[in-house]
């Protein structure tokens, strides 16, 4: 069966640019961190993961203008996700982070002395079961307006948590 390349080039040109902000600093990290391909594996894993934690926030924002609110709700977890792995990287200076995270490795690692991170916890675990459920009945559980409520506290936990990673990485 032959493959219609002009339907997927053509598809391919006209998606979303996910263009990582930070693609030309490689170079510049990379040279940073010659002596050391430790930490610029380590250094480049945190950006991995915060990118991909900016591309499932993107995802989420354009299937929630779907009315696609159980795929939103799925993106809006892994965006979370993807940006405790991050931070987890940072504190713990590992290039593989779990898979899955408990609320007992989450609550150490978005908690800090200078801002508690019970809220941040909780509002993860919420996100984590709520769209992990798989009879998902939109007209009972949540409203569209709760979901685009939903959909805001992610994105300000993940510009909250994003700060804390600009600490150790430059990210634009």
């Not at 809006?76 to 405790?84: E, F, G, I, K, T």
């Not at 991170?117 to 559980?141: K, P, V, W």
Request: with cysteine; aromatic share 8%; glycine share 2%.
């Amino acid at each position: 069966m032959a493959r219609n390349w002009s339907i997927i080039e053509a598809h391919c040109n006209h998606q979303v640019d996910f263009t990582p902000r930070f693609q030309g600093s490689y170079d510049s990290i990379q040279s940073e961190f010659k002596h050391n391909p430790d930490d610029y594996r380590l250094h480049n894993t945190m950006l991995d993961y915060h990118q991909h934690s900016t591309y499932h926030i993107k995802l989420a924002n354009i299937m929630h203008s779907h009315n696609q609110f159980q795929a939103c709700l799925i993106l809006c977890d892994w965006a979370l996700a993807s940006m405790v792995k991050a931070i987890y990287i940072q504190k713990y200076h590992v290039v593989h982070p779990p898979k899955e995270l408990t609320m007992n490795e989450i609550l150490p690692i978005v908690h800090t002395n200078t801002e508690p991170g019970l809220d941040i916890a909780l509002f993860i675990g919420t996100i984590q079961h709520i769209s992990s459920i798989e009879e998902f009945n939109q007209n009972r559980a949540l409203q569209p307006n709760n979901i685009e409520k939903l959909l805001q506290r992610t994105e300000e936990i993940l510009e909250e948590l994003e700060n804390r990673l600009k600490n150790d990485i430059e990210l634009k």
